[in-house]
């Protein structure tokens, strides 16, 4: 295992079994497989104990924030691991590829990737044989995306990771099963929405922010709002109060350059909250996303030649955990 991390680590561009394999000096790809495909090792131990490498290092139960992100990775075929026809939030469009959903841990100290997990499709769950082909177990049933993402929050909190929000894109904020699980948890969020969500009508969302008048946007930009382009944004309470100490939001983002480009999100968190607060957390979103791509570029993240469902985990896993090595070494944001 040391051997493949420190191939991923190595500056060779394309890490893939054979050019692991030669930085590592073996005369073949072999043994570099056998470590993905045969050995016997946890990897979810791994997994854990990149978590907590993370987190001692940039663990902030005050500004410490969870980000959940998708990625899809391209592939020929239909015999690896949950590869389908789907949508491709990397590419914007239909293509055959995989989708792994990523959790990131973000804080003033830093950023890395702590948890993984790939999505199968119904079509693939739905066949059992084709599973076992890919060795998906049989108890390994259908899991929309929400739900991959609160598995891994669950992990986070029963390790007593310190945090203090979580943050997601419309994929996850438009599920009202997910917002509901993590209020029930008294989990604070800030969830981009869908305009056309069917649990939050367009029509509602637009009639509130024109009723906002233009004296309620602040214009706040730079990093950690949302990257370095200024926006207008405004936050507005969506719900009467259950609770005095908690309360639940709409915040919106107007471009300051294209006043007509909107995006929102829905909010649940400690009543004091401010408006820069939310955007502070929103402004998080493109941390995973970075994260995905320099780990992809440094570590080798999608250079992986393996077709089943284990040795998918395995390999985004030591991805991960060079990526960690990396960014806690401070040698890149990832």
Partial sequence: MASYLRALLSETERKNGWTLAEVAGDAGPEGMQRLLNFYSWDTDGVRDDVRDMVVESLGDADHGVL??????????????????????????????????????????????????????????????????????????????????????????????????????????????????????????????????????????????????????????????????????????DIRSRRRPDRRHWLLARRSAREPTELRYYVCFGPAETTLPDLVRVAGNQGTVAECLSIARNRTGLDHYQVRGYQPWYRHITLSMAAAAFLALRHDTVI
């Avoid at 990397?90 to 890395?112: K, T």
Wanted: proline share 5%; glycine share 12%; aromatic share 8%.
């Fill in 67 to 236: 980000v959940v992100e998708e990625t899809a990775f391209p592939k020929k075929g239909r015999k690896s691991a949950g590869v389908a026809r789907q949508y491709s939030s990397s590419a914007g469009r239909l293509e055959n590829c995989q989708i792994g959903v990523f959790l990131a841990y973000s804080s003033p100290r830093g950023q890395a990737l702590i948890d993984r997990e790939l999505y199968l499709p119904v079509e693939w769950t739905a066949d059992r044989r084709r599973c076992r082909e890919a060795g998906i177990d049989d108890g390994i049933g259908f899991a929309g995306k929400p739900v991959l993402a609160r598995r891994m929050i669950e992990r986070v909190v029963s390790a007593g990771v310190p945090f203090a929000w979580v943050t997601g894109d419309h994929v996850y904020g438009q599920d009202g099963d997910l917002r509901a699980w993590l209020e029930s948890r008294d989990i604070a969020h800030v969830l981009a929405v869908p305009t056309a969500a069917t649990n939050f009508p367009v029509a509602r969302i637009a009639r509130m922010v024109a009723d906002l008048g233009d004296g309620a946007w602040t214009r706040i930009g730079g990093a950690g709002a949302a990257g370095a382009t200024p926006y207008d944004w405004a936050v507005t």
